[in-house]
């Protein structure tokens, strides 16, 4: 049997299988957390690991963040590019924001070891975002 | 007189100049655009250019982005990563989006030639997020 030929979304990105998404997302260090909050769009990078098909990262205990996640709709986004060819790929996670409470999660989290990146300040909590959707794109040229 | 003490926010951030971020949007090829649509956020990156303190990239004609973004409250995110250092800065465009629609904003477009990367679709308009807010950040390591 033939490949499949790849599918072309109406912006004439390819679209990349559910597969490849979460390789992905399992072998990127740092995202993008995208929410809506007081009428303005927020972006923040952070670093984070997949913890079966959730985005999980820590944040400062009692944080705005947090609490400006809690329960929100929230996308996370991956990406990648090569300028000299002008090709590029990116991911992107739709879902729920929420701070780990239970505390059979946390050891689990606490576990692998997730050490944010700017020193000197505290982040004690987690923020894990459950997916509802997962979706990717790339480049022909990819 | 000494030189000025970084300034450093609450999650151990430096906080960068409005000109550095400025320059850094001026200097960066691909960026993400974030915005809400239907209870969810979509972030999607593009290739652009700055014209003066505005972010312009280019969409099909009649294209569902071009619809979605109109007059809507949008982020623009940029931002660069050295995971062996572990350093790394992002800045914010936060403002609203419009489909060019005035000729002489259009004619001085179209003489920027910015070509989107995904070949064979064309896009004829043009998108323009007017700044409100730019900020950077940057871990200390910078």
Redesign the interface.
Known sequence: MAGQLPIVD????TVMPFATCLSRLRAT??G?V???QN???????V?YQMLDTAVVFRT?EG???GAALQGK???F?I?E?D?TR???W?V?L?GRADLVADETTLRALDSIGLAP?????ARPEWVLIHADTVSGRC??NW
């Open positions: 109406h912006t004439g990105m260090p740092v993008r995208a929410f809506a009428g303005d769009i927020e972006v923040l990078p670093n400062a944080s705005k963040l709709a929230v996308a986004e990406d590019f300028l002008r090709a590029g990116s992107l739709q990146w700017p020193a000197g300040i480049t022909s």
